[in-house]
């Protein structure tokens, strides 16, 4: 979960730093003796105060950095430019984590300000002294003791139009850290040097040969591994004997890269191999991932033969396999059944693939199945979605209202004819449960009770706050009073949900959600995850300069991808 989360921080860090290109609008930079002095940037109110305290949080206790991350984004949110004389006396400190995280905020700062002066103003003289300094201040500790340091160090440089520092990220080309080789190479090309390799400078090797390139297939930088696809595919019908061997006899890694490029050369001494691989009864998840790689490449080929390949996947034992092959055969009656008994299957996706496919050829089996799945949160709405869409009925969005109509409904139910047009709506206030709500002395809402239709109690919802009057807590009460899961909340100092976590009546964890925002407080990702750790869900979420949502994508744990495109308040979405 760690390294999670360290991979979602580094690629907002990264966002930020590829915004704008430094633009050559400040003086020559002063000496290395020259202090960074408050006196650049008038202090008003209680900045130093306000810093200091959230630069105290840069090294809090805290396995997972959220701590730390919090307070850089406030820092540069709530105070920017008049922070960076504190944060560059931080860069000294004699805590590791202060000088990481003063260096993590400067970078952000320097490039927000830059944005700025790129679309609408100019540095001030102050500005350009201060960048200038912190320049320099940031080229000593470019050799820090701590690797972690001089990485964000040498990320920072990248920042600057400098040619002084040249010389040391040439130098950190060859660090043994391949993640400081690759913030040297990239801070590089933003100072105009484009001539260094990218496969020597994050391997050490200089292949010239097709054999030479098939022996970093399985490298793990994906720089690397698009540099040695492109030559591979360059070399042509030479490397086709190599990347078959590799294909067939490689680490799982190498065998999924070699397949992609036989794929894209449409290489069709490969299609046996790849009908066997869709074929083996496996659940080791590296494997699975091999079968999903074999699919796309037998459809990529998509010679006659590639084709009776993906028509023979109807009997994998991979769901996941049959369920997309059964997409290609859609118009065959034959997949009718394959269907069915993949609405019995443990995985919440390929059950909701398998029953929306099915309603809509009006199965009546599909619909109990979709509705059932609404109490699974990462498809609750695309269930919702198709229950209308099949039924021509809109009951509001709630699971509890299906399987009430359902249970009245059911055995009389026809599928309506397309093109009826407006959904009927057949819920109201008083067909549906009823609902009562107390607040607390704040005002806040403190219970939600719930009556079933005939008046008795149906559930409790109970809500616990914070000195701030941010939800920390939401139990649900049965009926009968005892508890059936409660879910805990945590913040960070603006409010902002952090972390989500369900823990059941035995008080074992369920599962946990965490959420990343950017500087303006626009939720840029979220993720969740089984008890175990293991990936249920990721959702990223992309802005326009308006800060209007454009763009929302959906990761699954199957390898499933669904992407929603928003333009002018609509919504379109695609599956992959």
């Known amino acids: 979960m760690n390294k999670a989360m360290n991979r979602i921080w580094m690629f907002i860090l990264a966002e930020v730093v590829t915004i704008c290109l430094c633009s050559n609008l400040w003086a020559a930079p002063p000496s290395k003796s020259q202090p960074v002095g408050t006196q650049l940037i008038q202090d008003t109110g209680n900045v130093k105060e306000s810093v200091l305290k959230l630069m105290e949080q840069f090294c809090n206790n805290d396995q997972d950095h959220k701590t730390q991350r919090n307070a850089v984004c406030?820092?540069?949110?709530?105070?920017?430019?008049?922070?960076?004389?504190?944060?560059?006396?931080?860069?000294?400190?004699?805590?590791?984590?202060?000088?990481?995280?003063?260096?993590?905020?400067?970078?952000?700062?320097?490039?927000?300000?830059?944005?700025?002066?790129?679309?609408?103003?100019?540095l001030t003289q102050q500005e350009k002294q201060l960048f200038s300094c912190l320049f320099m201040r940031i080229l000593e500790v470019s050799d820090d003791t701590n690797k972690d340091v001089r990485i964000r160090a040498i990320f920072s440089l990248g920042c600057f139009e400098n040619q002084e520092?040249?010389?040391?990220?040439?130098?950190?080309?060859?660090?043994?850290?391949?993640?400081?080789?690759?913030?040297?190479?990239?801070?590089?090309?933003?100072?105009?040097?484009?001539?260094?390799?990218?496969?020597?400078?994050?391997?050490?090797?200089?292949?010239?040969?097709a054999d030479d390139f098939l022996q970093l297939l399985g490298n793990d930088d994906p720089g690397v591994q698009t540099k040695v696809a492109q030559k591979l595919k360059e070399f042509g019908a030479s490397s086709i004997?190599?990347?078959?061997?590799?294909?067939?006899?490689?680490?799982?890694?190498?065998?999924?890269?070699?397949?992609?490029?036989?794929?894209?050369?449409?290489?069709?001494?490969?299609?046996?191999?790849?009908?066997?691989?869709?074929?083996?009864?496996?659940?080791?998840?590296?494997?699975?991932?091999?079968?999903?790689?074999?699919?796309?490449?037998?459809?990529?080929?998509?010679?006659?033969?590639?084709?009776?390949?993906?028509?023979?996947?109807?009997?994998?034992?991979?769901?996941?396999?049959?369920?997309?092959?059964?997409k290609l055969f859609m118009d065959k009656e034959y997949v009718i059944p394959i269907l069915n008994s993949l609405l019995n299957e443990d995985d919440v996706n390929v059950r909701f693939e398998a029953a929306s496919i099915l309603a809509r050829q009006h199965v009546r089996e599909a619909i109990p199945v979709l509705i059932d799945l609404m109490k699974h949160r990462e498809v609750y709405w695309m269930a919702d979605a198709v229950l209308?869409?099949?039924?021509?009925?809109?009951?509001?969005?709630?699971?509890?209202?299906?399987?009430?109509?359902?249970?009245?409904?059911?055995?009389?139910?026809?599928?309506?004819?397309?093109?009826?047009?407006?959904?009927?709506?057949?819920?109201?206030?008083?067909d549906d449960y009823k609902w009562a709500r107390t607040y607390n002395s704040k005002g806040s809402v403190k219970e939600d009770i719930c009556y079933n239709i005939d008046g008795s109690l149906s559930h409790k919802w109970i809500y616990t706050y914070d000195e701030k009057g941010n939800k920390i807590e939401w139990i649900n009460q049965k009926a009968d009073g005892s508890l059936d899961y409660k879910l805990v909340f945590k913040h960070d100092d603006k409010g902002n949900v952090m972390n989500e976590a369900r823990y059941e009546v035995d008080g074992s964890l369920s599962w946990e959600e965490m959420y990343i925002y950017d500087v303006n407080g626009k939720r840029i990702a979220m993720e969740k995850r089984k008890k175990d750790g293991s990936l249920i869900y990721k959702y990223t979420y992309t802005y326009d300069e308006k800060g209007i949502l454009t763009r929302e994508v959906r990761h699954y744990a199957n390898g499933t991808e669904q992407i929603f495109e928003h333009r002018h308040g609509t919504k379109d979405n695609a599956v992959k």
């Open 74 to 122: 406030k820092i540069v949110s709530d105070i920017g430019v008049p922070a960076l004389p504190y944060l560059a006396d931080g860069i000294t400190n004699d805590n590791d984590l202060i000088r990481m995280y003063s260096l993590d905020a400067i970078s952000m700062i320097v490039n927000q300000r830059l944005k700025q002066v790129k679309s609408d103003s100019t």
């Open 165 to 209: 520092a040249v010389s040391v990220l040439e130098k950190a080309l060859s660090d043994n850290e391949p993640t400081m080789r690759y913030e040297a190479l990239s801070s590089l090309r933003r100072l105009g040097h484009r001539e260094y390799d990218y496969i020597k400078v994050m391997t050490g090797k200089e292949p010239k040969l």
């Open 241 to 326: 004997p190599g990347l078959l061997k590799m294909a067939t006899g490689g680490t799982v890694f190498e065998r999924i890269r070699a397949i992609s490029i036989l794929a894209d050369m449409k290489a069709v001494e490969i299609v046996p191999y790849l009908s066997d691989n869709l074929m083996e009864a496996t659940k080791d998840r590296e494997k699975l991932s091999l079968q999903l790689v074999s699919f796309s490449a037998l459809e990529k080929i998509g010679t006659a033969e590639s084709f009776e390949c993906l028509k023979k996947a109807l009997g994998s034992s991979n769901p996941i396999i049959k369920l997309k092959s059964v």
């Open 388 to 430: 209308q869409e099949v039924t021509g009925l809109d009951v509001g969005s709630y699971d509890r209202r299906w399987r009430f109509w359902w249970k009245e409904n059911g055995d009389a139910f026809e599928f309506p004819s397309s093109g009826t047009g407006k959904k009927k709506r057949i819920f109201n206030n008083t």
